[in-house]
């Protein structure tokens, strides 16, 4: 092990020892002006001084051996190290000519199982029964919440509750999702080559799951057109998970809309709506609060007559003890 952490620090200068602090959530690099950690939640300016010839030699340092490549073409990377870090570097000509900034998120297991967020005071124990007989019964959940919220997290627990006799398959842009489920398939998408081709994209890898006969399919996060192959997918009789940005439960089932209309001119508000009543049953709300990340909202996907949800509040933080809240588009 200390070989491996002295490795680390020689090869990528000062941040090695930041990838080996357990503590260290985030480590953000703003050229040559500033370096940040997230330590526990909370962001704090790092005393460093370097130049912008070290920052371009740690960036490169990072890609190397990912099959991810940092130029004038593509001057915006998204990539994984070999510890399951996530790494986003931006440079220019996106950027100014001597700013390449870099962002890692770090793979810190918080918790593997829907207990350990019980322990960990994320959710109430109601909330963790109902949300594992959920996944028992192969109802489709999406995970919604700010950047760090505990998003994959979830996902992660929730996957420890799937029967082992169920068929899981996971798409992502790079791999995050953790699970050691006996039946799972993971892919992640691949960035065009130097010729413009061979691209893969979330929708690629949608389309793809569903050739592989799954019980449950995991987005790791939909921000685009992928949201409609993800609902058609579902449509066709497989049980899904998946994690969205969004800034509560009901705009995660209106930003599903909005991505689906991205697929093409084709795609109406309509179509997207009532799929999205027919395939989707629970929508969980993350939110990083001071004391830690919480789950703040646990709906349920109701269709109605007209063609679209309405949705029934089953938890909310803010109210415990209340009662459920309707709400109807």
């Not at 449509?235 to 705009?251: I, K, P, R, W």
Request: hydrophobic residues 40%; charged residues 25%.
């Amino acid at each position: 092990m200390t070989v491996a952490l002295d490795h680390a620090k020689t090869r990528y200068g000062f941040v090695g020892p930041l990838l080996a602090d357990p503590l260290v959530e985030e480590i953000i690099i703003l050229g040559s002006l500033r370096t940040f950690v997230v330590r526990d939640g909370r962001k704090e300016l790092l005393p460093v001084v370097t130049t912008t010839a070290n920052v371009r030699r740690i960036a490169d340092q990072l890609l190397a051996g990912t099959g991810r490549r940092l130029d004038l073409a593509n001057p915006i990377v998204s990539a994984q190290l070999e510890d399951g870090s996530r790494v986003h570097i931006t440079g220019p000509p996106v950027t100014h000519p001597d700013r390449l900034n870099i962002q890692i998120r770090k793979f810190v297991v918080r918790a593997n199982r829907m207990s350990t967020l019980v322990d960990n005071g994320a959710m109430p124990d109601h909330v963790r029964r109902f949300l594992v007989a959920a996944i028992a019964n192969d109802e489709t959940i999406l995970v919604a919440g700010a950047p760090g919220a505990g998003k994959t997290t979830l996902i992660n627990c929730l996957l420890s509750e799937v029967p082992p006799h169920r068929r899981v398959v996971t798409c992502e842009e790079v791999f995050e999702i953790r699970s050691d489920l006996p039946d799972i398939t993971q892919m992640q998408t691949r960035e065009a080559g130097l010729d413009g081709g061979a691209e893969i994209t979330l929708r690629d890898l949608v389309r793809e799951a569903l050739r592989q006969r799954p019980d449950r399919i995991v987005v790791g996060e939909v921000r685009g057109p992928e949201a409609l192959d993800l609902l058609m997918a579902l449509n066709a009789g497989c049980a899904g998970l998946a994690t969205l940005h969004a800034n509560s439960a009901v705009d995660a089932l209106e930003k599903m809309v909005s991505y689906s209309i991205l697929a093409g001119s084709n795609v109406t508000v309509a179509f997207a709506e009532r799929t999205i009543a027919a395939v989707v049953r629970y929508v969980v709300f993350l939110r990083r609060t001071p004391s830690g990340r919480v789950v703040e909202e646990l709906v349920e996907v109701r269709p109605t007559d007209r063609g679209t949800w309405s949705t029934r509040s089953i938890y909310t933080a803010k109210r415990r003890g209340g009662l459920p809240a309707d709400t109807k588009r």
